[in-house]
């Protein structure tokens, strides 16, 4: 404690002698002038020979200073000094008791910072080490974590013990870097055994759906070709008639050998024609076969002006009528004109818009025939009662059906000649065997380009099934009326 020398502090050291024991009293030079918050002890004021002094003991400091209020020069005078000393020995003995608690209190407060700033620093370990290992705890469990501070920026708080807090850090932050590495492995470990695991999955569904496919391919072709072999077995013979409930069947379509059925209540009038030999007859007795067994069906017309026996077996049916004269056609024509003035006026009087009772079907063979003889009347009463006849026969065509009657009439050749036009342009729904000309068959089709198989090389018993008032095409093969023999057909 002999020496003592602080910034811009000078000491003399011959005040300091006068006052060495106790608290030594230097003269000072001081500037600027402490500041009061540096100081251990005072300033405490004190006045000698009313001169004003200060008396002080710095912080960190066991020695008093004396210095004279409101002065910092150095007391070079040595009468000055000698007074001074004396001052000093003076506010020693006044203050030394008062001083040294002051110091003692500060050195006290001193220790206590000193302990809690220890305290302090080994709770920042403390607690950087419990947050380093609840995230290792977390990385280790596979999960993400991160440190909860910013101990890096604490870390490097200046003071003593910042190298080693930033060593501790530096310590927490590789051992959390490698756990989270090895984490970051085994997640990368999984990611790949679940991507390999998905590929199994997706290949396995992929061939299961492949081998699921495959067999429904094969199952379906085999019903395809079992199809297609009865399709084929069923065309390649004469087909035996197969009645549908509630409908008619026309044939068989060539296509995939299903039966083409129409509902009786859609029946249009129908004129179907075709070569001698096309299948005409054979088709018209699976028609009327089915006519004649539908309880639709209240009357059946039959006539054949060529003399035919084929529709004699239809006689035994109580609905059927056979015409084979001239004279029975006027008759009968007439008759049904009758019955349709009754029909409308029935229909009229009950408002009925649609015929839904039993239908009568008018079905002429040969109409050629029925029209040459209409052309061939020559005598006066002949030729008024042959236009009579086609006047009758256009009007039936044309509103026969509303009213329940429907005709059906087939030829050789849909001529003009052979039909008037008045009766041919209603009748709607065409049935086409192998005609003799493209013309001819185009007068009775729609458009020849889309057929599958030209007109004219239809097979015997093959026919288009063109309905012009649905515009509805189908190609078809005439089915076998039981008890048709086709040899005697020929
Ligand atoms: N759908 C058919 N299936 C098998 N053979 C048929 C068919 N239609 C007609 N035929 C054969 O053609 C022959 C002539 O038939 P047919 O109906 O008398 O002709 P068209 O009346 O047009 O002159 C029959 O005897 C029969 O041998
Ligand atoms: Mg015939």
């Known amino acids: 404690m002999s020496a003592f020398s602080r910034g811009e502090q000078v000491y003399d050291s011959r005040i300091y002698d006068v006052a060495r024991w106790g608290f030594g009293v230097p003269t000072v030079y001081w500037d600027p002038p402490p500041r009061p918050a540096e100081f251990a002890f005072g300033p405490e004021p004190f006045e000698m020979w009313g001169v004003p002094f200060e008396y002080y003991i710095p912080k960190g400091s066991r020695q008093a200073y004396l210095v004279r209020s409101g002065h910092s020069e150095v007391y070079a005078d040595f009468a000055m000094k000698l007074m001074l000393g004396r001052f000093a020995r003076e506010a020693t003995r006044t203050f030394a008791v008062k001083a040294y608690a002051g110091v003692t209190e500060h050195e006290r407060k001193q ?107 094969d199952r379906e072709s085999q019903a395809r070709e079992a199809a297609e072999q009865a399709r ?92 084979y004269e001239m004279a029975d056609v006027i008759r ?19 408002g009925i818009e649609f015929w839904r009772q039993r239908r009568t079907f008018l079905v002429i063979d040969e109409y050629a025939e029925i029209q040459t003889e209409i052309d061939a009347a020559d005598t006066k009463e002949a030729k008024a009662e042959a236009r ?25 050749r849909p001529t003009t000649d052979a039909m008037d036009a008045a009766v041919r342009n209603n009748l709607s729904c065409r049935i086409c065997l192998r005609a003799a000309t493209s013309q001819l068959a185009a007068s009775m089709l729609d458009d020849l380009e889309r057929l599958p198989v030209r007109p004219t090389e239809l097979p015997t018993g ?5 309905d012009a008032s649905r515009g509805l095409t189908r190609l078809l093969k005439a089915q076998i009326a039981p008890g048709v023999d086709l040899a005697d057909l020929f």
Not at 462 to 466: A, K, L, P, S
Request: net charge positive; charged share 25%.
């Open 232 to 323: 084929v077995l069923k065309l390649s013979r004469p087909i035996p008639l197969a009645p549908q409930p509630g409908g008619i069947v026309f044939g068989t379509r060539i296509k995939d050998g299903v039966d083409f059925v129409v509902p009786l209540a859609h029946l249009q009038h129908i004129l179907l024609s075709g070569v001698s030999g096309a299948g005409k007859t054979v088709l018209l007795h699976a028609l009327l076969h089915q006519l004649v067994q539908s309880d639709q069906v209240e009357r059946l017309v039959l006539i054949d002006l060529k003399g035919g026996v084929s529709f004699n077996r239809y006689r035994i049916s109580p609905k059927v009528e056979v015409i």
């Open 462 to 466: 093959e026919f288009y099934y063109y």
């Open 388 to 412: 009579r006849l086609a006047a009758n026969l256009a009007s039936i065509s044309r509103r026969a059906r509303a009213l329940g009657i429907v005709m059906v009439c087939a030829l050789q």
């Open 111 to 217: 220790t206590i910072l000193r302990e809690a700033a220890t305290l302090a620093e080994t709770k920042w370990f403390g607690d950087l080490e419990a947050d380093k290992e609840r995230v290792l705890r977390e990385l280790r469990a596979g999960r993400e974590a991160k440190l909860s501070r910013d101990w890096a920026k604490e870390a490097s708080q200046p003071d003593a013990d910042a190298a080693k807090r930033k060593e501790a850090l530096t310590t927490a932050e590789r051992e959390i870097g490698q756990a989270d590495k090895s984490r970051l492995q085994a997640l990368r470990k999984a990611e790949q055994e679940i991507a390999a695991a998905q590929q199994a999955r997706e290949k396995a569904a992929r061939e299961a759906q492949w081998a699921i496919e495959s067999a429904a391919r």
């Open 332 to 350: 009968v024509i007439d008759q049904v004109m009758a019955l349709m003035v009754q029909r409308q006026n029935y229909m009229r009087e009950n």
